[in-house]
């Protein structure tokens, strides 16, 4: 049985005598229910799990409710603590308040019942999490699936993994594309769309919002302005609009865009995005093109093989607190800016058969920078790339 590594901190932070509520948090399908399921199977205390699916959102008095439950079983146990789990939190309106209110209560009381918080809707927790919670929480990010891990878990290829990507409920699947393409439409990007963004945030075009998604996956890649995107959607909306609806799907861990690097803060933020997926196979599924054909075919390889690269390093920022962005001026760019600390890193992808990059020189000369770095079949092979310790990088 293939066991994610963040179990070893979870694992870790409940066997601790100090009590922090565990904050769970990432996107649909990727594994943290599953996850807290293992740690109990683990553990030899007594747990309490329950699920906010399908209780009406103005329930708050349904997590009362559950920690009374978690109280009274507690007491019946004789165990010197109980675990109280909730799962997908951020559905339940005011959880934060409420959640505050118990463990305080528990906390004068000197009752052990730990908690731990799943869910999916990131933005929705954050916000929760900051308000309300402050120094009474500590977080474990997940995010989708490495390479390594799904080479471990299901034996995937590296090239399986680029063309499909990390999620593991559709490894199994990627033998009959038509059944995976409809699973991850359907299960996970449609699921996501309807239940962490359009039912929680306040979306006046949801029509718009999902065009903007689909619009994103297939520039992957591409360094696009708001007003371009604006004019392809045949919509009336306004870039500010766009902003905001990309954040969203940032925060579900659908799509993001990259930020031009600039040494001035406030001017890299104004900068035009470049489009990122967050799994490599919200870009395959809106291809009608099959993974033999993709194969085949250098330049559109090229294109998928970077955009693994992206999301490997879009993982890597939530993970090991490092920034991603990319650099251009003039026709000179390269794809990926890696900054942790002071350190900066240039990264230019090239895996088709152009291996030329001109933009690295441009980049060399103009950006105060530590290392400068090709991916590609004249550099540091992609392959190995997606296997790498990012954090290496910065000590090499």
């Known amino acids: 049985m293939f066991i994610k590594p963040e179990m070893s901190i979870l694992q870790a932070r409940i066997n601790d005598s100090r009590r922090f509520i565990q904050v769970i948090m990432g996107p649909r399908q990727i594994g943290k229910t599953t996850l807290v399921r293992q740690l109990i199977q683990n553990i030899e205390v007594p747990v309490l799990f329950v699920a906010a699916d399908g209780v009406i959102s103005a329930n708050g008095a349904w997590i009362s409710q559950q920690w009374e439950a978690a109280r009274f079983q507690w007491m019946n146990s004789g165990a010197k603590e109980l675990i109280l789990v909730f799962d997908e939190i951020q559905k339940i309106e005011n959880w934060a308040e409420i959640v505050k209110a118990e463990w305080d209560k528990d906390t004068f009381n000197n009752k052990p019942i730990k908690v731990i918080l799943l869910g999916s809707a990131r933005l929705l927790l954050q916000r929760g999490l900051g308000e309300s919670l402050a120094g009474r929480f500590e977080v474990i990010q997940m995010t989708h699936w490495s390479f390594s891990e799904m080479q471990e878990a299901f034996d995937f290829t590296v090239e399986e993994f680029v063309y499909f990507g990390g999620y593991p409920g559709a490894a199994s699947l990627i033998r009959d594309e038509n059944r995976w393409r409809e699973y991850i439409l359907h299960s996970l990007i449609e699921t996501t769309l309807s239940k962490d963004i359009l039912m929680m945030s306040r979306v006046d075009k949801p029509s718009l919002l999902r065009r903007l998604f689909e619009l994103g996956c297939g ?14 959607l045949q919509d009336k909306g306004n870039t500010i609009t766009l902003s905001y609806y990309l954040e969203l799907l940032d925060s579900a861990g659908l799509l993001k865009g990259l930020e031009k690097y600039a040494p001035d803060i406030a001017r890299q933020r104004m900068s035009i995005p470049k489009w990122q997926v967050q799994n490599s196979a919200f870009s395959t599924v809106y291809n009608p093109q099959n993974f033999t054909e993709v194969l085949q ?68 000369k103009k950006v105060r920078h530590d290392k400068l770095l090709l991916v590609g079949n004249s550099g540091i092979s992609w392959q190995d790339f997606l296997k790498t310790d990012l954090n290496n990088l910065f000590e090499m």
């Open 219 to 232: 520039y992957s890649g591409q360094i696009l302005s708001m007003t371009k995107i604006l004019g392809q």
């Open 297 to 364: 075919k250098p330049d559109i390889w090229g294109r998928y093989v970077e955009t693994a690269i992206g999301v490997y390093l879009s993982r890597a920022e939530r993970l090991e607190k490092m920034s991603v962005s990319y650099w251009r001026e003039g026709n000179d760019e390269i794809d990926f800016v890696l900054k942790k600390g002071n350190k900066v890193i240039g990264l230019e992808v090239k895996s088709g058969r152009t291996q030329s990059a001109k933009g690295m020189i441009a980049f060399q």
